[in-house]
């Protein structure tokens, strides 16, 4: 499975504007928070990077795309019919290729060299099927994230065969069918935000936008697919950060400048205030 193409979904009214904001990365250069990852994307091989967005964003995306808007097609969603609809709108794009899936509004920090998405598309070539990439997450936050259900893979470390996948459950729907042997009590294993997925992926979509007028799961149609395709799920060396949710931002640009040149010189003003409190 050779991975050339990526999709980046930023359509929603609560995302459009999120990657567009400036954050300081790793390196010390502000950056927009799509330059981030795009180059996210790009360290995974992806040089076509496709972004859906909302009508009439085009423009302010080709600005904060910085030396990487060459790369860039965009399709908008009119008419939005969920995160499922959001993801087809793409099919013209991928054709019948495997491509990498970013959401717009988060971004990953790996724990190794290689980065977030270099791992997950190296373990999608290695087993040659879909896979979407999850972190161990404690039951208070599943209701920001869709969640999986499986069995550890026999003799691979952090890799689950999926069986199930819910968005946003409860801890109760969780506790029924989301199980999986091996991880903490109260721990779950959510979405990364980040997924290799394969053709079948859109033909599933595509016949539910088909069937039904209303809006369109992605989790919906990744649960089809587990019961046709071998699909996986890896737990990444990394950690995601929302940058809708509450300090977002702020939790995104302390751990880039943490985890950069400045470490030193950030833990110091950090100490500073701090102490003046």
């Not at 060459?70 to 609809?85: E, I, M, S, T």
């Not at 990498?100 to 087993?127: F, P, W, Y």
């Amino acid at each position: 499975m050779n991975i050339t193409k990526a999709v980046i979904t930023a359509a929603g009214a609560a995302q459009r504007t999120l990657p567009l904001q400036s954050l300081v990365d790793r390196d010390g250069v502000s950056k927009s928070a799509l330059q981030i990852l795009l180059e996210e994307a790009i360290s995974a091989g992806a040089g076509d990077i496709c972004v859906v967005v909302y009508p009439g964003d085009e423009a302010a995306y080709k600005a904060a795309a910085g030396p990487h808007v060459q790369r860039l097609k965009f399709v908008a969603q009119d008419h939005p019919r969920g995160y499922g609809d959001a993801v087809a709108r793409a099919r013209s794009f991928t054709g019948n290729e495997a491509f990498l899936h970013l959401v717009g509004d988060h971004l990953s920090l790996s724990r190794i060299e290689r980065s977030c998405a270099r791992q997950l598309v190296d373990i999608a070539g290695e087993e040659a099927c879909a896979v979407s990439a999850v972190q161990a997450t404690r039951e208070s936050l599943l209701t920001n994230f869709g969640a999986i259900g499986g069995k550890r893979v026999s003799g691979r470390a952090s890799l689950y065969a999926i069986e199930n996948v819910l968005e946003k459950p409860t801890p109760t729907e969780a506790e029924q069918t989301l199980i999986v042997p091996g991880l903490r009590a109260g721990h779950y294993l959510c979405f990364f935000g980040m997924h290799v997925l394969t053709a079948g992926v859109m033909d599933v979509l595509e016949r539910r936008l088909r069937d039904t007028s209303g809006t369109v799961s992605l989790s919906d149609a990744l649960t089809a697919l587990a019961s046709h395709e071998r699909y996986l799920a890896y737990e990444v060396q990394g950690a995601r950060y929302d940058l809708g949710d509450t300090y977002g931002l702020l939790n995104a640009q302390l751990a880039l400048a943490l985890n950069g040149k400045d470490r030193a010189d950030v833990l110091a003003q950090l100490l500073e205030v701090v102490a003046s409190r």
